[in-house]
Structures are given as C-alpha cells and as structure tokens.
C-alpha cells in the first residue's frame, strides 16, 4: 500500500512533540520523496521505535533528522541524530531479539523494526560512530518522484 511519510512524520511529531519540546530536541524533516510501498501499520511502527531511540539517546538541545529521497525504485529514508551513538562492539547485536544497553529497555524495539522492514521487502542498515550520533539508512519500495520538497523545522 502506498504510504505518505510526510503524514507518517506528522503523525509522529505530535506524538513525540511533548517529549522534544521538554528536551529542547530539534526534528528536522527533509522529505523529497513523499511515497513509499509499505504497510501502513508497520511503517508507522518503524518509524515509532527508530525515532523513540533517537530519543532516549540524544541530549538536551539535540536534534533528531529525518530526510528521504529517491534512489533508483526505491525510497531511502535517513533517520539520525546527534545522539551518543552505538559503540562498535555492539553495532552486530542491536537488531537481536532482546539486546539492549538499556536499564529499561526490553531488546524488542529494533528487533521489531528489522523484522517489518524485511516484511516489507526493505533494508535497513546502521551508520554509528559512538558521541557522534547515529544514522539508519531505510530502504522501501518507492512510489513516483515528488519534485516539491517540503522542509520543515521544529
């Protein structure tokens, strides 16, 4: 099904628009492709469970990044911050089942990304350099290149 990502993101940052203003967190949204084929459901879940680690992981007065663009039939989507990244040793577990660096955390959230992601015939890899942030690179099946991007801060 044919899924709007700058719907998607609104959704989420009113969803997580208390938590980002509390934390003085800047969402910045570049969405040069705004179709993408995926299951609503899951795209939403995926989006959820990447931007809420961002989240826990930056600081006061960071930013989290989402941005997308065409590549060939697919749609890219980045989703970084400024976080304090993902050190190397554990970078090969973060998508395992129950794997967590968290006091609170079950191991599920990215687990669940990778299983929806590969669900949706996508891709999703992870960019990290520890106290430098972190970028996951999402791959979905792509709708029609949208030539008016939309930009916005917050």
């Known amino acids: 099904e044919m899924c ?16 980002m203003e509390d934390k003085h967190v800047q969402f ?10 995926a299951d609503p459901g899951h795209f939403r879940q995926i989006l959820m469970n990447l931007i809420e680690n961002s989240m826990q992981s930056v600081n006061d007065g960071g930013w989290i990044k989402i941005e997308s663009a065409s590549v060939e039939n697919e749609v890219e989507l980045i989703i970084e911050d400024n976080g304090h990244g993902i050190g190397e040793a554990i970078r090969e577990k973060i998508f395992d089942p129950f794997f967590t660096t968290k006091e609170k955390g079950s191991g599920l959230g990215l ?3 990778k299983k929806l992601v590969d669900e949706n015939n996508g891709d999703i890899t992870l960019v990290s350099e520890q106290n430098k942030g972190t970028r996951f690179v ?16 917050g």
């Open 4 to 19: 709007s990502i700058q719907k998607m993101v609104d959704e989420i940052r009113i969803i997580f628009g208390q938590g």
């Open 28 to 37: 910045k949204t570049r969405i040069l492709q705004n179709n993408v084929f």
């Open 111 to 113: 687990a669940i990304v």
């Open 138 to 153: 999402l791959r979905l099946p792509g709708g029609h290149y949208d030539k008016s991007p939309t930009e916005r801060k």
